[in-house]
């Protein structure tokens, strides 16, 4: 069963940092790229980040280009979000996502002071 679970959010204080944590099952992910995606509150769902297969090739919103890092680890079937310089504009959930619609449950992340 193919299965994503994200993890590794929370509350931090503006100019924090957290890495995020997107767990693979029922598939190898070495053939495929993966993407971060968020949902703020009264907003629609955006892209954040993309990865490739090869993790070779990365993409990024440009609000937070320069803060986010995606990289990924296919030994562990886990593609990570690294987030720092947060700010309260990156409180949303964040998703995981393989092509082909397949989306994991979501983590909470919030920046406030």
């Known amino acids: 069963q193919l299965q994503l679970v994200e993890s590794g959010g929370g509350l931090v204080q503006p100019g924090g940092s957290l890495r995020l944590s997107c767990a693979i099952s029922?598939?190898?992910?070495?053939?495929?790229?993966i993407g971060w995606f968020r949902q703020a509150p009264g907003k629609e769902r955006e892209a954040v980040s993309c990865?490739?297969?090869?993790?070779?090739?990365?993409n990024y919103a440009d609000s937070v280009k320069g803060r986010f890092t995606i990289s990924r680890d296919n030994a562990k079937n886990t593609v990570y979000l690294q987030m720092n310089s947060l700010k309260p504009e990156d409180t949303a959930v964040y998703y995981c996502?393989?092509?082909?619609?397949?989306w994991g449950q979501g983590t909470q992340v919030t920046v406030s002071s």
């Open positions: 990865i490739s297969s090869s993790g070779g090739s990365t």
């Open positions: 996502n393989k092509p082909g619609g397949y």
């Open positions: 029922g598939f190898t992910l070495d053939y495929y790229g």
